[in-house]
């Protein structure tokens, strides 16, 4: 079974700093892809950025960098220059291929900037 | 634009009643997929649909009830043989591959009320 854990309920950041949500997974499957997503307090989820397991770059998306650790199984994702409009929940999530594909959440974790 | 639409954006019912809550897309998306989400907690799966006329249980399926006779409909219903329907309800769509790149793309939600 596929499981992803996210330690940080919720975390205060300043405006224009950096901040790193933290992000463990396990699974035993070696094709499997990890996901960020925003969600404001509107209710939508917004995709962030992708990173494969196969994949040898770190991925980059404007100020969202994922820092994917493999042998540690992290995917901590660092957003870079916090702007106010940054603050809101943020879930990892993971696809495995073997289990169809299906996307597995983690519970969240909440960010505030501080300006 | 393409979009997935979700209605309405808030329902409330008596306990005891089925409803029905409405996802469309105009993605052209062959996967569709439910989540469940309670406050403060992450998304959980409750069905989802690869192709036309055919859908899988997800982590969390007692109790709602899905069909998927086109490719731009999943709509989701929640059976009275739900414990704790009051939730906010999530569609998303997605390219259906073999690999595990594609992200979800969801709707604004539903929050539904069951008193």
């Known amino acids: 079974a596929q499981k992803i854990t996210q330690t940080q309920p919720g975390m205060f950041v300043q405006e224009k700093e950096a901040v790193t949500l933290d992000c463990t997974y396990d699974?035993?499957?070696?094709?499997?892809?990890l996901f960020w997503y925003k969600q404001p307090s509107s209710g939508e989820m917004i995709f962030l950025i992708y990173?494969?397991?196969?994949?040898?770059q770190n991925a980059t998306e404007g100020r969202y960098s994922l820092n994917f650790q493999k042998a540690r199984k992290s995917a901590n994702l660092v957003i870079s220059a916090s702007q106010l409009g940054d603050s809101a929940m943020y879930f990892c999530?993971?696809?495995?291929?073997?289990?169809?594909?299906?996307?597995?959440f983690g519970g969240g974790t909440r960010v505030l900037v501080k300006p | 634009d393409g979009g997935i639409t979700q209605s309405p954006k808030y329902l409330f019912r008596k306990e005891g009643q089925n409803v029905t809550l409405s996802c469309e897309q105009n993605?052209?998306?062959?996967?569709m997929y439910w989540y469940r989400q309670d406050p403060g907690q992450g998304l959980r799966l409750i069905y989802y649909?690869?192709?036309?006329?055919?859908?899988q249980k997800g982590d969390i399926a007692e109790g709602y009830s899905v069909s998927r006779e086109k490719k731009e409909s999943f709509p989701l219903t929640v059976t009275s043989a739900q414990k704790n329907p009051t939730a906010f309800y999530l569609c998303?769509?997605?390219?259906?591959?073999?690999?595990?790149?594609?992200?979800?793309?969801f709707g604004n939600g539903t929050r539904l009320t069951v008193t």
């Open positions: 990173q494969g397991s196969y994949d040898e």
């Open positions: 993605l052209n998306h062959d996967a």
């Open positions: 999530a993971m696809r495995v291929r073997a289990a169809g594909n299906k996307l597995t």
């Open positions: 649909s690869q192709i036309v006329n055919d859908f």
């Open positions: 699974t035993s499957d070696q094709s499997y892809g």
């Open positions: 998303a769509s997605s390219i259906w591959d073999r690999g595990t790149r594609s992200p979800l793309h």
